[in-house]
C-alpha cells in the first residue's frame, strides 16, 4: 500500500511509470503543465513510495530531462542504472510549493480540496473528506450527506469536471450506481428473497 502524501504543502508532478534503457532513465507520467520548468538539472523531489522500499524517505535530484518520442523521460543523480531504476518505478515526486510561481491548471493541494461540498446536478450529495493518492490515480474520499458511508470518487476530468475552491464546491458527473443503488437492485434483491422463502420440497434426496 502507497505510503500518505508528504505532510508539509508540496506539489504532485509526476508518477514514474518505466525503466528505459541501461543507464537509468525512467519515463514519467506527468501531473504538471510545466515539466521543462519543474525537470530542470538540480531540482529535487520527495518520493511517495511505500515504507518497505529501500527508496523510503529519501529524495532524488535531476541530472536530465528530455523528450524521447514524445515521452518525457528523467535522469536523476541517485539512479546510476536500470536495476535502479526498476526499483523506484511507481513512485510518486513531490516537490516544495514555490510560493511566487504562477498557478498551474488543474492543480491543487489536499487541503484545499478536503471539506469542498460535492454537487452532482445542482444538487448537494456529500462533502470530500480527504483525498487518496495512488499508483493510477487520486481518489476523492466522499461522505455523502447524512450518513457516515465513504464513496471513492476518481479524480478525473470525466468525472470531476469542475473544482471551483472560492465557492467551496466540486462538480462530479459519476457513473450510475456511485452514489445510489442501480434501478432494480431492490427488485433483483426482492426476487432471491422470494426465491429463498420458496418452500423446499419433500425430495429431500435432491442436493444444490
Keep these: 500500500m502507497a505510503a500518505a502524501g508528504p505532510a508539509r504543502t508540496q506539489l504532485r508532478v509526476g508518477r514514474l ?12 507520467e506527468l501531473y ?4 521543462d520548468g519543474r525537470f530542470v538539472p538540480g531540482a529535487v ?21 528530455r523528450w524521447m518520442n514524445s515521452h518525457p523521460v528523467v535522469f536523476f543523480d541517485e539512479v546510476e542504472d536500470r536495476t535502479a531504476a526498476e526499483s523506484i518505478v511507481r513512485a510518486i515526486l513531490w516537490i516544495d510549493q514555490d510560493e511566487s510561481a504562477p498557478a498551474e491548471d488543474d492543480a491543487w493541494y489536499d487541503h484545499q480540496l478536503t471539506g469542498l461540498d460535492v454537487f452532482r446536478d445542482g444538487a448537494s450529495v456529500g ?7 495512488l499508483p493510477a490515480q487520486d481518489l476523492l474520499v466522499v461522505r455523502p450527506t447524512g450518513t457516515d458511508d465513504e464513496i471513492l470518487v476518481p479524480f478525473v476530468a470525466a468525472i470531476v469536471p469542475q473544482v471551483d475552491i472560492a465557492a467551496g464546491r466540486v462538480i462530479v458527473t459519476p457513473p450510475a450506481g456511485l452514489f445510489e443503488d442501480l434501478p432494480g437492485d431492490d427488485e433483483t434483491d426482492a426476487g432471491a428473497d422470494a426465491i429463498d422463502a420458496t418452500p423446499a420440497s419433500d425430495d429431500s434426496d435432491v442436493e444444490r
Design 127 to 133: 462533502r470530500v473528506i480527504r483525498v487518496d493518492h
Design 45 to 65: 523531489f520527495t518520493l511517495q513510495v511505500p515504507e518497505s522500499s529501500p527508496w523510503h524517505g529519501k529524495t532524488v535530484t535531476v541530472r536530465e530531462f
Design 32 to 35: 504538471t503543465d510545466d515539466p
Design 17 to 28: 511509470v518505466k525503466a528505459h534503457g541501461l543507464k537509468g532513465a525512467l519515463k514519467l
